[in-house]
Nanobody, 121 residues
Framework: QVQLVESGGGSVQAGGSLRLSCVASISSPYCMAWFRQAPGEEREGVAYISRAGTTRYADSVKGRFTISRDNAKSTVYLQMNSLKPEDTAMYYC?????????????????WGQGTQVTVSS
């Protein structure tokens, strides 16, 4: 049973920072990503990073969020700076062995339980 365990969520004021972490129980998945889902909204891709280090970000977070990974630890991080109230959502870690994409969640084989991020104005 593959597990992804997220940590690092919380409540901050606008302009603040948070760092999310996700540890996978499998060795270095091909693609690791962060998705988020706000109440009443569809799940959206935030950022992904391939095993080789290729990254991509949603336009809404470019320049504010940074994704990174430690392959030896099968861990992916999401450094979130200059947080805005519209970043408030449940953040999910995802991992997959096929393709990296932010457009759809189906290529990802495994998902974490989610960690809540709340940004107040």
């Amino acid at each position: 049973q593959v597990q992804l365990v997220e940590s690092g969520g919380g409540s901050v004021q606008a302009g603040g920072s948070l760092r999310l972490s996700c540890v996978a129980s499998i060795s270095s998945p091909y693609c690791m990503a962060w998705f988020r889902q706000a109440p009443g909204e569809e799940r959206e891709g935030v950022a992904y990073i391939s095993r080789a280090g290729t990254t991509r970000y949603a336009d809404s977070v470019k320049g504010r969020f940074t994704i990174s990974r430690d392959n030896a630890k099968s861990t992916v991080y999401l450094q979130m700076n200059s947080l805005k109230p519209e970043d408030t959502a449940m953040y999910y870690c995802a991992a997959g062995q096929s393709i990296c994409t932010l457009a759809q969640s189906s290529p990802y084989n495994w998902w974490g339980q989610g960690t809540q991020v709340t940004v107040s104005s």
